[in-house]
């Protein structure tokens, strides 16, 4: 007996099924654009057999959380010219916010592994330095929102803006960028970490961002709990987390007005109202 189950489906990104035989099940993943089949290819093929998830070097000690590793589906196989991807599937249910054991442990499971993820060997052969990146994008989207934005809105981001002097010399690491407790399952003490279709080469603090904007203002035992498995920031760091979050609410803000997005536009106000209070 076979039989198919459709997970996701979204007319603009990918169609999940999870496939059940008697031989056991998989889940296949397709895509409908090629950059993002890429992506998740690339992280689950050539990045993710390569982490250490049993400890993160230099990690504090996390005596108060529990100490198992989070994990990630390995790829079973994939079809380039389908853009599908076969993973082994992940057990687990979503991760429910709170401030319990359990929860806490999770949080400080993902943070070690972010850091190990961004400690991999990958080169940064990006020719444009990331600091110009970084100002040019705050420039584009700045630009785009900018009637979305009341005076000292703009007067706040452009003072945030001014802290891209911490992103000179830093070299881009692999990063997930969509790293949320929405892609996280957690089966009995163990979180796996899915969905990798946004990964690339970016600054670390990117991977922190929609924790930041989304998730630790409601719970900061929660950002104490990552911390403690991340490791501390340093201020150069906080820095970059404050542009990046910036960044990230006024991308937010354009992309909404632009679709007419209701949820996404409320996304972006969550965010900048985080990122204003740094200012």
């Known amino acids: 007996m076979f039989s198919w189950t459709c997970l996701k489906e979204h007319p603009k990104s990918a169609t999940v099924w999870r496939a059940e035989s008697p031989a056991g099940a998989l889940v296949l993943k397709q895509h ?30 996390t005596s108060d959380l529990l100490h198992a590793p989070a994990r990630v589906p390995r790829l079973l196989a ?30 400080a499971a993902a943070g070690r592994f972010t850091r190990a993820l961004h ?9 444009l330095p990331l600091s110009d990146a970084v100002s040019a994008r705050l420039d584009e989207w700045h630009a785009r929102a900018a009637g979305l934005l009341s005076p000292p809105e703009r007067g706040a981001l452009q003072r945030l803006a001014g802290r891209r002097d911490a992103f000179a010399g830093v070299r881009r690491v692999p990063c997930h960028r969509d790293f949320t407790p929405d892609n996280w399952l ?27 904007a989304d998730v ?13 498995g991340h490791g501390p920031l340093t201020s150069d760091a906080a820095a970059r987390l404050d542009v990046l979050l910036a960044l990230h609410a006024v991308a937010t803000l354009a992309w909404a007005e632009r679709h007419a997005d209701p949820d996404f536009r409320a996304l972006g106000r969550r965010a900048l109202a985080v990122a204003l209070a740094s200012a």
Do not use: M
Not at 119 to 127: E, G, H, K, T, V
Not at 216 to 228: I, K
């Open 78 to 107: 994939f079809d380039a010219a389908a853009r599908a991807l076969a993973l082994a599937v992940a057990p687990g249910e979503r991760l429910s916010l709170g401030p319990s054991e359990l929860v806490l442990s999770a949080h």
């Open 119 to 127: 400690s991999l060997p990958i080169a940064d052969d990006d020719p």
């Open 32 to 61: 409908r654009h090629p950059r993002p089949f890429a992506q998740e290819l690339r992280a689950y093929r050539d990045w993710l057999p390569r982490l250490d998830l049993t400890r993160t070097p230099d990690s504090p000690a």
């Open 216 to 228: 630790w203002p409601a719970d900061p035992a929660l950002e104490h709990a990552f911390l403690a």
């Open 186 to 212: 957690l089966a009995g003490q163990n979180l796996h970490v899915l969905d990798f279709e946004h990964a690339r080469l970016d600054a670390p603090e990117a991977d922190l961002v929609k924790l930041r």
